[in-house]
């Protein structure tokens, strides 16, 4: 995933919270395990992100089945569903 951030031009920052699991932070082309405000905000099971990663889950049907919920700005997550994808 770091390969993927660093080479994107993401330029936004957005945080997945995995609750008691933790968060994992990628502001522009880092990314980190401390938590920190960030544009958007994805909550989810660890378990369901890294299905994401894998490319197992899609983002779309996650989101409308409740898997996934999105606080702040929904363009930001959108934009990261190209990254991941």
């Known amino acids: 995933m770091k390969s993927r951030v ?10 997945f919270d995995t609750g008691s699991d933790g968060v994992i932070v990628i502001d522009g082309a880092t990314i980190s395990n401390t938590d920190a405000p960030t544009d958007c905000t994805i ?4 378990d369901d ?6 490319g197992d889950l899609n983002p779309t049907m996650a ?3 409740g898997k996934i919920k999105v606080e ?5 997550a959108m934009a ?3 990254l991941i994808g």
């Open 6 to 15: 660093a080479s994107s031009g993401f330029d936004r920052s957005v945080k």
């Open 43 to 46: 909550k989810l099971s660890l």
């Open 49 to 54: 992100l890294d299905s994401l990663i894998a």
């Open 63 to 65: 989101f409308m089945t």
């Open 72 to 76: 702040g700005d929904m363009t930001v």
């Open 80 to 82: 990261l569903s190209q």
